[in-house]
Antibody, heavy 118, light 110 residues
């Protein structure tokens, strides 16, 4: 079964850091680009960024709202995706989804919740 | 404000055909494929349409997508109560070098 499982969410103070993880299974993780998408409470979906595969040199792209603060990385040997979030702001409060990028964002995790609050 | 513009709400009665529009620009819809997602409250989104008009395996043929110029549409025919959900359009934006989502459309089945 193709599956993505996020972890690492929690409550953090403004200005703090958090690292989210996503464990992939059921498919060849290394072949695929991977994305992070978030959804603030009661709001729509917002793309956070993506990382390409080894063939494309693991290059990354980010939404303007997180550029310079968030970093996406991956460990193909462990079929894992990561999102390092620094200098967190209250507006970063959201459910964060790990998503496989394959002819669209075709497989989604269940999401992990990040709350930025003092 | 979302880069892609969707109506915030849409509605229809069972059996009816409903369309949801998605308006963009030359840097996104005008030059890239459009994708559509369905999301029920408290759950992760599900891919409904990819590459403008392709349905993933398992998606009923009641759902169809189209694109013309800088706009796209999702059509749902034979509307059912279980279609009541939020729908989002997405496209890559060459100017922003990133994906852009529509604000979402809440579909109500009356």
């Amino acid at each position: 079964e193709v599956q993505l499982v996020e972890s690492g969410g929690g409550v953090v103070q403004p200005g703090g850091s958090l690292r989210l993880s996503c464990a992939a299974s059921g498919f060849t993780f290394s072949d695929h680009y991977m994305d992070w998408v978030r959804q603030a409470p009661g709001k729509g979906l917002e793309w956070v960024g993506r990382i390409r595969n080894k063939v494309k040199s693991y290059t990354t792209e980010y939404a303007a709202s997180v550029t310079g603060r968030f970093t996406i990385s991956r460990d193909d040997s462990k079929s894992s995706l990561f999102l390092q979030m620094n200098c967190l702001k209250t507006e970063d409060t959201a459910v964060y989804y790990c998503v496989r990028d394959n002819y669209g964002l075709d497989v989604w995790g269940q999401g992990t919740t990040v709350i930025v609050s003092s | 404000q979302s880069v892609l513009t969707q109506p915030p709400s849409a509605s229809g009665t069972p059996g009816q055909r409903v369309t949801i529009s998605c308006s963009g620009s030359s840097s996104n819809i005008g030059s890239n494929s459009v994708y559509w997602y369905q999301q029920f409250p408290g759950t992760a989104p599900k891919l409904l349409i990819y590459r403008n008009n392709q349905r993933p395996s398992g998606v009923p043929d009641r759902f169809s997508g189209s694109k013309s110029g800088t706009s796209a549409s999702l059509a749902i025919s034979g509307l059912r109560s279980e279609d009541e959900a939020d729908y989002y359009c997405v496209a890559w934006d060459d100017s922003l070098s990133g994906r852009v989502f529509g604000g979402g459309t809440k579909l109500t089945v009356l």
